[in-house]
Each structure stands twice: as C-alpha cells, then as structure tokens.
C-alpha cells in the first residue's frame, strides 16, 4: 500500500504564489509518474500537472508559465509551485501516484490523496 499526503494549500490573494508538497510513502515501490489534479466545484477534476520517475514534466496549458512541478526521487515527493495565482486556480488539489512492487514491476497502480485545498481571494 503506498499513503499519499498533500500539504500548502491555503488563502492567497489573487497574483500571489503557494507551493504545494504530495509525499508518497510505502514499502518495496518503484514510484512511477506522480499527478497533480485540481477540482473545483462543479467542474471535472483535471490533470494539471505531472513528473515521471526520470524527471520527464507536463504542465497544463491553462497554467503553463505560472506553475512549476518538481520532484525529489530519494524521498517520493513532488512539489507544484505555483505563481501568479488566479481566481480560476481556486480548487482541491489532488495529488495521485502511479507505481509498482518491487516484485511485480509489470503491474501498476496508482493512489490519490485526500488533496489540499486552494483558495484565491481579490
């Protein structure tokens, strides 16, 4: 079982910047691709960013050049920073991590947070 943990969701104003951490943890994983997802009310949860195990980025382009996504192998944490904050930006943000067993490394999962919430006010 991998436990995925959001952190630094908060109250910004708009134009302002909030960094965001998903650690991941668990026994015998290889750590695939790890996610970011936002979902605001009434809305589809959508993919906003992501890192690969070999630092591989995808920023979406409703964000791009405003987010950074980054992550630190050794520890199974992914990070979004995130700059000039939009009120469209207000939402939970869900971290979710695709990996394997060591044992089994043909299979793969993947496990989401319980996310961290992102509000923008003027």
């Known amino acids: 079982q991998v436990q995925v943990v959001e952190s630094g969701g908060g109250l910004v104003q708009a134009g302002g910047s909030l960094r965001l951490s998903c650690a991941a943890s668990?026994?015998?994983?290889?750590?695939?691709?790890m996610n970011w997802y936002r979902q605001a009310p009434g809305l589809q949860r959508e993919l906003v960013a992501s890192?690969?195990?070999?630092?591989?980025?995808y920023v979406a382009d409703s964000v791009k050049g405003r987010f950074t996504v980054s992550r630190d192998n050794a520890e199974a944490r992914m990070t979004l920073q995130m700059t000039n904050l939009k009120f469209e930006d207000a939402a939970e943000y869900y971290c979710?991590?695709?990996?394997?067993?060591?044992?089994?490394?043909?299979?793969?999962?993947?496990?989401w947070g319980r996310g961290t919430q992102v509000i923008v006010s003027s």
């Open positions: 979710n991590v695709e990996y394997s067993f060591m044992d089994s490394p043909w299979a793969e999962y993947n496990t």
């Open positions: 668990g026994n015998n994983i290889v750590y695939n691709t």
């Open positions: 890192v690969t195990s070999r630092g591989t980025t």
